[in-house]
């Protein structure tokens, strides 16, 4: 089992002043290192609207590298702004994840669309950054990764990656909706793709992480790491019902490959689990892995999904 | 090249004078024929309206004799139903364009989605008939061809054809939304575009919108049919404007046409063939949904005329 040590929250978008998009939320923590600090990328939202809707936005804040705790700058704006009417990314660009590629810095993010039978649609959209990611512009105004015979919604949580010049995209697809109490709940599996450009990409086409608590189980944020002569997955997982609460929601789950296609799950190593209290004691989910001056970091959000913002744990030992 | 010219032949089908599956009682769009060896069966899209009071498009057929003059029946039962909780196709099927390939008939569907923003997104599954085309079964829940980086929405309209060992589709994809006054609901613009694929589900786009607009940006194209006449290849297909073009005889839709040698270079030329409306008659204000086929040694066209085929399809066929 790893150890992971937990040292809090770092970071809390209530405390933040003067941006009307970012009331609530900080979702999905997804790193770019610096020398002198480190941007963490999240999600979002301003308050609800009076039909109790939300949008959602991507922005940054840069954390000082030789204190992660030491918050240096949150962004001005949005990374990206929302897609036009009947885009696929109109009423939302989360979660974002990004890669430095030569002297850019990609951004894959998934956008979200509102829809009438179901509360809501997403697609994986691409965009790019010259300086820095601090903005981003999108390279066309469709998707980058849309529906396809056996992933047929819900493309979304995209994790982009490198390894041996090609790229790696995990993300989760749809399975079915289900109806509870009235109201329409997805159910994902976690997908990937690969890609020689990182804009033309062949999937898969199969679910690469085998479901455990349920066959509905939804999977989500398969943030996948290199350590070790292994590929280590961290991702979190939920029941399909009921699971805005402690007992059916989002726990960290963990697999390891030698090969990126075939996973092997074993969530007893995962290491990382509730807290009895606090900001994380209900929830654990959207795990990204980064290392940093020789020590592994996980981040992860807590209660609500990440509503109060994001925390962090430091692996005690070696990701093998 | 001899002069080719259309012989109109009248309106051939009204809906509202047979009992259709799924409770549909109105429209028969879009007409696409599969010719048999003793008659032609002629799929189109009609309509049901559901609880909330919108209509729902259903594909049916009917058998004709192949004079096309005189109906032997139409289909008792579905033919392929809609889509599940939140697919590309729940909430209809229009149109479906059929294709023989060995022992079986391939229907490309175009699924309807309601959007809230915008009315609807669309994008084209494949379904399998291994009974002749009584009925056809998805080969999975979501679609073969969707929305890209550079073609944002409405993907369509598939019409496919297998030439030379390769599968072709020509589709339609929208540019985008656009509310055209303020009292209006957003209208959309499409434009057709072609893909190829080797076994008919994974398609490369061409990338680029293939016939050139006559009536400027705002043209939107629809519903091309391609068919080999002597060596040239033609392609018939519906344009309008994009708003405005219900009522207003003026700016609804009319037949274009294109012809190419090479499936790469097209070349608009609406009037030769020309298809003109008959004033005082069934398409005296619009003309739309062609699909051209060949029976018996003769080319035909089937279309919609005034009210986007609420009364039915005719027929025209050509002279040269």
């Known amino acids: 089992m790893f150890r992971w040590e937990k ?5 809390t978008p209530q405390e933040v002043d003067g941006r009307i998009w970012l009331k609530e939320f900080a979702q999905a923590p997804a790193t770019l290192i610096f020398d002198d600090f480190v941007r963490v990328y999240f999600s979002c939202r301003p308050f609800a609207d009076n039909a109790k809707q939300y949008v959602s936005y991507s922005a940054y804040v840069d954390l000082d590298r030789a204190n992660l705790f030491n918050v240096l700058s949150v962004s001005k704006d949005p990374i990206l702004k929302l897609g036009g009417l009947g885009e696929f990314d109109e ?15 990609r951004a894959y993010y998934a956008g979200w669309t509102r829809c009438e039978s179901v509360p809501f649609n997403v697609a994986i ?39 041996d010049n090609l790229w790696y995209l995990w993300y989760i697809s749809g399975r079915k ?20 450009d990182g804009i033309l990409w062949a999937k898969l086409n199969k679910d690469i992480i085998e479901s455990r608590i349920e066959e509905d189980e939804a999977q989500a944020s398969p943030d996948v790491f290199y350590s070790n002569g292994k590929y280590h997955m961290f991702f979190c997982y939920r029941y399909s019902r009921h699971y805005r609460s ?75 | ?76 039962n579905t033919v392929i139903p809609l889509g599940r909780l939140g697919c590309f196709d729940e909430h209809g099927i229009f149109p479906m364009s059929v294709v023989r390939y060995g022992e079986t008939v391939l229907g490309y569907t175009c699924g309807w989605n309601r959007r809230v923003s915008v009315s609807v997104d669309t994008a084209i599954g494949l379904a399998i008939s291994k009974d002749n085309g009584v009925t056809f079964q998805r080969i999975g829940d979501g679609p073969v061809l969707a929305a890209s980086l550079h073609e944002p929405c409405l993907v369509g309209d598939g019409f496919v054809r297998v030439i030379a060992g390769v599968f072709h589709m020509w589709y339609i994809f929208g540019t985008g939304w656009k509310k055209f006054s303020l009292d209006t609901t957003p209208d959309r613009t499409y434009k057709i575009g072609h893909a190829v694929s080797c076994d008919g589900i994974n398609w490369t786009k061409e990338g680029s919108q293939i016939i050139a607009d006559r009536l400027g940006t705002d043209e939107s194209q629809a519903l091309p049919t391609v068919i080999e006449i002597n060596g040239v290849y033609h392609m018939f297909f519906c344009y309008r404007q994009s708003f405005d073009f219900r009522k207003n005889k003026d700016r609804s839709y009319r037949i274009g046409h294109a012809s190419s040698v090479d499936l790469v270079n097209w070349t608009r030329d609406d009037e030769h063939p020309h298809l003109e409306g008959t004033p005082g008659d069934w398409d005296a204000d619009m003309l739309c949904y062609p699909h051209a086929f060949e029976c018996d040694g003769k080319v035909y066209l089937l279309y ?17």
């Not at chain 1, 040292?7 to 970071?11: C, E, R, S, T, Y």
């Not at chain 1, 909706?177 to 020689?196: D, F, H, L, Q």
């Not at chain 2, 919609?304 to 040269?320: C, D, P, V």
């Open chain 1, 7 to 11: 040292l809090g929250k770092i970071f």
């Open chain 1, 91 to 105: 009423f939302g660009t989360y979660p974002v994840s990004v890669i430095r590629h030569c002297s850019e810095v």
């Open chain 1, 125 to 163: 959209g691409v965009a790019i950054s010259h300086d820095s990611g601090r903005t981003f512009s999108k390279l066309g105004s469709g998707p980058v990764l849309s529906y396809s015979p056996d992933e047929p919604f819900v493309l979304s949580g995209p994790k982009i990656r490198r390894f």
């Open chain 1, 177 to 196: 909706w289900i109806t509870v109490n009235g109201r329409s709940e997805p159910i994902y599996k976690i997908r990937m793709a690969s890609s020689s």
């Open chain 1, 246 to 320: 402690k007992k059916n929601g989002y726990r960290i789950g963990y697999a390891c490959s030698t090969n990126l296609t075939d996973w092997v799950r074993d969530d007893t190593k995962v290491g990382i689990d509730l807290s009895d209290q606090g900001w994380d004691c209900e929830m654990l989910s959207y795990p990204h892995v980064f290392e940093l001056d020789g020590k592994t970091y996980l981040a992860y959000l807590g209660n609500e999904v990440g509503r109060y913002g994001f925390g962090l744990a430091v692996l005690d030992g070696k990701l093998e």
């Open chain 2, 1 to 76: 090249m001899s002069q080719m010219k259309w012989k109109k032949l009248g309106k051939i089908f009204d809906p509202t004078q047979y009992k259709l599956p799924n409770n549909c009682s109105a429209f028969a769009q879009s007409p696409q024929a599969l010719v048999f060896d003793e008659f032609v069966r002629i799929y189109f899209s009609t309509r049901a309206i559901d609880a909330s009071g919108k209509y729902l498009s259903h594909i049916a057929f009917v058998d004709m004799e192949k004079n096309l003059q005189n109906v032997i029946c139409v289909s008792s």
């Open chain 2, 304 to 320: 919609n005329g005034n009210e986007f085929g609420r009364y039915g399809f005719g027929l025209a066929t050509l002279e040269t």
